[in-house]
C-alpha cells in the first residue's frame, strides 16, 4: 500500500510541471495568507515576548488590591517596610530584603518622527539594580539616589527624540539630566528610571506604586502571599512577575491578536477555495494518467492520497514563502504602540503555526478533489480525448 | 445585452471553477471591505475632530484639581473648559467590562455636536445617580429607561470602602461614531462626592474650547508652560491629533490595512487569471469557431473580458455585503474600549472595491485576449 | 442568392518556424454560382487551404480570391471577419458546437451579430433548425445529441443568416456511413432546393459522389475528377 502511494505519488509529482501556472494558484494564496497573518501577528506576538521577558518567574509584584495596571496601584509609606519585611523574600549581600519601592508614571516624550507620545518613568529605590539584576549601563553612568538624574533604555533613546545623554527631561521642579544608557534585554529598554524618592517629591505624590521583590525560591510565593494577603494591616494583591506581565500582555494585545486572527482566517477560506479549484482542475488533467494506472491494477486509495499530498506539498511551499517574506520584513525590527516599544516578531513558533494552517487548508481543500479522483470512471477516462 | 447569455454559458461551463472562483473573490473583497472600511473610519475619527478642541491632563499621571479650570479659563483665547472623569469597572462578572464617562454641566457646552438633547442632560442633572446610555450598550446590557444598575469598580476609591456604584438609567441616547461600541454618560458631582477625600474635587482631564481655531496649539503650548513647575503640571492632546488614529498609537495602522487589502486583491487577480487563462485554452477552438462565424477580434476579447468581469463584480458586491454584515456583528463581541474600530461601508469603499475589481478583471483577461487576437484560425481549427 | 468563385493564380506557403512550405503554386479554379463542388486529395496537397481563402480565412500570398464578385485579397483582416459574417457558412468534421448552449442558442450566433430585434432571431433560427429537421430538439444541449443532430445543428447554424456560400470540411468524417448518406442529402437539398454554392471538402469518395462536380488536389494543382449530371 506504502510503495502504491509512494509511485503514484512520485508520478503525480513529475507531472507538476506541466500544471505549473493551476499549482502556482495554491502557493500564491497560502503565501499571501499565511505572509499577512503573520505580518499582523508579529506586532501582538512581538509585545508579549517583550513582555514575557520583562516577567521574571523569581519575582513576585505587590500591588494594591484590584490594581491591573501598576499606574492603578498606590502602596503607601506605612505598607511598603511591612510587605518587606515579610517570609519569602530573597536577601540581599547586605542583609536587606531585595524588595524595592517602585513608582510607574507616564511621561510625555517626542516620538522620533515629531510626534507627541508617552512612556513610562520609572522609580527604582536603593534596592532596584538588586531586583533587577538584568539591568546593565552601556553608556554614561546610573543616576545616584536622592540627585535628579534619569537613565533612558535603549529603545528609548532609538525611538524617541532627545533621549541621549546629556539630554534633559521635563520634571515639575526643572529639567533632569539623563545620564546614562540602560539595557534590560526586555520592556523596559522604551522607558526612563529614575531614583523613587526623588520622583516623588519632585511629583508632589507620596504613594509608591508597587513593591518589587526578588523570591527566596521560585516556591516561596506561595509563603509571601499567604503572609501579605491576611495581614490585616494590608489590602494587597501578590502575583508572580511573570503572571502580572502575562496577564498584561493579554489584555494590550487580544484586540491585535483577533485582528490579524480574523484576517488569516477570511485569507485562507479565500486560498481554500482556490486551493479546490486548482486541484479539481489538476484531477481532471491527469485523467487518463490516473484511469491508466487503476486500469493496471494500482488502488483508489493511493489516488486519492496523491491528491492530498500535492495539496500539502503546495501550500507548504506557499506558506514557507510568505513566513519567509514576513520573516525578512518584519522580524526584529523596533516598533511602537502606544506607550509600549517591542520589537516585532516572526517566531519559529509562529511559522509553525503558518504550516500548520497551511496543512490544514491542504487537508480541507484537498479532501473532495481526492474522493473524486479515486471515483473517476475508469473506463470513459480511458476512452476521453 | 443579447451577447449574455453566450458569456454566462461560457462561465458555468464548468459551474464548479465557477463557483470557488466566485466564492474566493468574494472572500478577497470581504476583507478589502473590512481593512478600506476600517480606514474610513479613521479618516472619518480625523474628520469629526475639531480643532478648536483639546483636552487636557495630568502631566506625570494621575488627577488634576478641578479648580485649574478657572484658572485655564481664564486664560486669554480660552472659551469654556469642562471636566470629565471616567470609572471603568463591570457589571456582575469581570468579563463584562463598561466605561463611564462622568460629565460635569460645562460638558453640554463644550461638545454641542453630542446627539443628546438639553432635556437629556438635564435628567442626570436633576437624578444624580442618572445615567445616559447610548443604544448599543444599552442592547448589550438589556437596558431599559428606569432601570437601576451597579458597576463594581474596583480601582476607584469610595468614601464608603465599597467598590460599587448604583446608577439609573434616565435615557437611551443615539450612538456616536468616535465611541465605536457604545458610550455611558454620568454625572460628575456624583462621582466626586462619594469619592475619598483625598481625590474629592479631582478630575481626569478637562476639556477646553478655545475661541479662535488657528491659535489652538499656541493656546495648548502656553497652558502647559503656565503649569510646568506647579504641583500638577499638565499635558494637553488637541482633538485633532488625539483623534488621529496613527499619531495616537504610533502605528500606520491604515498603511497595513491598504497592504492587507492589497495582498488579498494580488491573490485573487492570481486566481481569476488563471482561471480564466486555462479557460480560454480549453475553448481555444470554440473561439476561432466565433471568428469563422463572423465575431470580430473586438468581440471576441470583450467576451472574455465578460467572462473576468462577471465573477470579479459579483464577487466585489457579495464581498462588500459581506464585510457590512461582519462590521454589523463584531462590535457585540468586543468588549469596550479595546480601541478596535468599527469598519464603515461607505460610498468610497465600494467604489474602490469595484474599481479593483474592474483593474483585477482587465488585467486576467489580457494575456488570454492577447493570445486570441494573435490566433491563427486556420491553425485553431485544424489544432482539433 | 449564389456565389460565384473565382480563384487566379493563387500562391499560398505556410511558415513551420523558419522553413517556408509551399502549398499552392498558383492555382486557378473557377465555380459557377450554385454548383456543388466537392474537393478531395491526400493530406498537405492544399484542399483545406483552399477552402480557408474561399471563406477569408486566410490570405493568399499572391494571386486573387474573388468570392461573389468581393476581391478577397485586398480586405484586411477586420474586413474580412465582416463579410464573413453574411457571405459564408463553415462546417466542421467535429462540429464545433459550444457545449453549454442550447441547439437554439448555437443556431443563433450568428444572428448576434446582426441587428435583428430577439423576436426576429428566434424566427430565423426555428425556420434553419426546421430546414435541417431538428425543430422538436431546439432546446437540447450537444450532448444529448447523437453525431449527425448535433451536425445538422452545425448546418443549421451554417445557414441561419442565409448566406450564398456553403464551406464544408470533412462534414461527414465522424459519421456512420447512413448517418453520413442524410447529411449529404441535406447538403444536396440546400444547393437545388435554396441554390446554395457549397465546396465540400472530402476523404471519402461515396460523399464527393453527391456533388455535381467532382474535383481533385495533387501537389498543389488542381484535377477535375468526373462531370456527374445532379
Redesign the interface.
Known sequence: MLRQIWIVSALNFKSLPGRFWQSMVIVVGLAATIGVMLSMLSVSAGMREGYAKAGDPGRAIVISKGAEQEGQSAITRAMAPLIAVAPGIAKDTDGKPLADRTLNVGVPVLRADGSKGFTSMRGFSDKGPGVRPELKIVAGRMFQPGKREIIAGVGARIMFRHMQVGDKVILPDGQWPIVGIFSTGDQLEGQLIGDTETLLTTLHKTNYNSVLVRLSSLDSLTTLKRALTTNPALSVDVMRHSDWYARLADQQTFALALLGYIVGTVMAIGALFGCLNTLYSAVSTRGREIATLRALGYGAFPVAVSVILEAILLSVAGALIGAGIAWALYDGKLDLFGNTIFHLSVSPKQIELGVIWAIAVALLGGLLPSIRAARLPVVDALRAT | M??F??VW??I??KPTRAVLTLLSVMLAFTLFGLTIGMNATFAKFKEDARDDRMFVFARFSGLVPVALERQIESMPGVEMVASSSGIGGYIKDPKNRVFVQMMDDKVAKVNPEYPITPAQWQMIRDDRMGMLVSKMQADRWHLKPGDTFVIASPMVKKLDGTMSWTFKVAAVTPDMNIFGQGYMFGNFDYMDKARTLSDQSKTGQFRVKVSDPTKTAEIAQQIEDKFANSATPLQTLTEKVAFDVTANTGMDIAAVDRDVALAGMFMVLFLTANSLAQAVRERF??F??????????G?VIGLVFAEAAVPCLLGAGLGIGLATIISNIIPHFLPPGQGLPIPTMEVMVFVWAFLCAALVAFISAALPALRLRQM???TA??G? | MSAAISLRNVVKAYKRGKESVPVLHGLSLEIPAGQFVSLMGPSGSGK??IL?LV?G??HANSGEVIVGGEHLETLS??QL??W???HVG?I???Y?L????SAA?NVE??L??TSLS?SERARRVEIALEIVGLKDRASHKPGEMSGGQQQRVGIA?AIVADPPLLLC?EPTGDLDRATADEILSLLQQLNRQHKKTILMVTHDPKAADHASRQMETDKGQLFERALVSA
Do not use: H, V, W
Not at chain 2, 476561432?288 to 477580434?297: C, E, N, P, W, Y
Not at chain 3, 459550444?98 to 448552449?101: G, R, T
Open positions: 443579447k451577447y447569455p453566450l454559458a461560457a458555468m461551463r477552438a470554440e476561432a469557431t466565433l471568428k469563422t462565424i463572423g465575431f470580430s477580434d468581440g491563427d484560425i486556420a481549427l485544424s482539433r | 483545406t487551404t480557408n471563406g480565412l486566410d483582416g477586420g471577419t465582416k464573413r459574417a453574411g463553415f466542421f468534421q467535429f464545433n459550444m457545449p453549454m448552449l442558442g450566433l450568428p448576434l451579430l430577439k447554424r470540411d
